[in-house]
């Protein structure tokens, strides 16, 4: 335990010292931003009388911090829990809740530098958060035996480019808009497959994952009954791992796949993760439900292990490649929020049936879908929040 905590003590002095390296980067692109942006008390303006507010941009919008909290955990609950979704929930906080998406909106035309801007700092936010859920998430995960190790690896192999080339192509260079609008159709899409995958038609071709699925909550089960189970000894165990096959087992049922084939994968799923500034777990969670065949219980540590490294590349190409800010105020008392839920979510998932895991995954999919699409592409969102 002491050595637990004697690590995450030297990572957040390791973290707060990058901080401030790069932080007068930060101030010298917001400084450019604010000095290009109109000055006056009308939409789209900067007021210098009023007080400062997200950025330190006077007259930004001011967030209640207990409110950012509150949310975060729910972010880190949601994503420790199904794999996916804590990008995409962060961003519902930052763009929606939190108002940084109708204040991005009105610089769209006064001043596109501001508009890009907070654009930016919107999705390396969203990844700061999702990126500590998966840290945490991943070390659970593993513990418990429910996490693919090779397999999270093969992933995340791929995603470091991924992650880093779309930053580096993209940032400042997409409007809010656009944004919000593929943010919807991507996980519309995604959301109306994994509904397919909760049909009788779309499990039939996943006997192995049903038949591990049901012997981890037998084991449950009786572990609620006072019977001594030892979960984590029939976790994941790998039987042989070769370049072109990886072998393992959970709960005694086998499962196999080719390690070149989550790479390639795992390049495509960061890349547009990374270009629309979230985690990539609502990519990740079908890729590995129907590529891989894994159960749920096996996707949301697999997941995380793979995000972790995409968002780590992706916040420091964000940050430190083209100097993103952050409002750190709200980002340090989220990411209490973020330990907090993702503390709870592994330790919760296990008493939720497999395919209600899929289920919850289905209907944040589609009211997140068709919420940012509608409000992206039709200029009003056809559900609350409108």
């Known amino acids: 335990m002491f050595k ?39 939409a789209g303006q900067i007021n210098t009388e009023l007080a400062p507010g997200f950025l330190g941009i006077p007259g930004g919008p001011s967030v209640n911090l207990v409110i950012g909290f509150v949310w975060a955990i729910w972010v880190g609950w949601i994503f ?5 979704f804590g990008g995409i929930m962060a961003g519902v906080g930052h763009i929606t809740i939190y108002g940084f998406g109708n204040y991005a909106s009105t610089f769209k035309k006064t001043s596109p530098v501001m508009n890009k801007l907070v654009t930016d700092s919107i999705r390396v936010s969203n990844q700061w958060l999702v990126g500590t859920s998966a840290a945490m998430s991943s070390f659970n995960y ?12 093969s992933l995340a192999a791929g995603s470091i480019a991924g992650s880093y080339l779309v930053p580096w192509l993209t940032a400042g260079k997409i409007s809010l808009k656009s944004y919000i609008g593929f943010f919807g159709l991507f996980v519309l899409a995604l959301g109306c497959y994994l509904f397919y995958e909760t049909t009788p038609k779309g499990q039939a071709g996943k006997k192995q994952a049903k038949e591990a699925a049901k012997a981890f909550e037998a084991s449950i089960k009786e572990e609620k009954e006072g019977a001594k189970v030892d979960t984590a000894a029939m976790g994941v165990k790998v039987v042989n791992f070769s370049l072109t096959k990886c072998v393992f087992t959970f709960y005694g049922v086998e499962f196999s796949f080719n390690p070149l084939i989550p790479v390639v994968g795992g390049f495509i799923i960061a890349a547009l993760a990374s270009f629309l500034g979230v985690g990539g ?16 219980y096996l996707v949301a540590g697999t997941s995380a292990l793979a995000v972790l490294v995409g968002m780590t590349t992706s916040v420091f190409t ?16 989220e990411l209490l929020g973020i330990l907090v839920g993702s503390f709870i979510g592994p330790r919760t998932s296990k008493y939720i049936p497999d395919v209600w895991l899929k ?22 969102s056809l559900l609350p929040p409108f």
């Not at 420790?80 to 996916?84: I, K, L, N, R, Y």
């Not at 593993?142 to 690896?153: A, D, H, I, Q």
């Not at 289920?359 to 009003?380: E, M, P, Q």
């Open 4 to 42: 637990s905590r004697k690590s995450l003590l030297i990572m957040a002095l390791a973290a707060l010292a990058v901080v401030a390296y790069i932080q007068p980067a930060f101030a010298d692109r917001l400084a450019d931003a604010i000095s290009a942006t109109p000055k006056g008390a009308e």
């Open 80 to 84: 420790s829990t199904v794999g996916a």
């Open 142 to 153: 593993y513990k418990m035996g429910r996490l693919v190790l090779p397999l999270g690896l």
């Open 281 to 296: 777990g609502f990519l990740l969670v079908p890729f590995l439900t129907s590529v891989a065949g894994l159960p749920m």
């Open 318 to 333: 964000y940050m430190v490649v083209k100097d993103t800010p952050v409002f750190w105020p709200l980002i340090g008392v």
């Open 359 to 380: 289920r919850l995954f289905v209907v944040l999919a589609l009211y997140v879908g068709i919420r940012y699409s509608s409000k992206g592409f039709l200029g009003y």
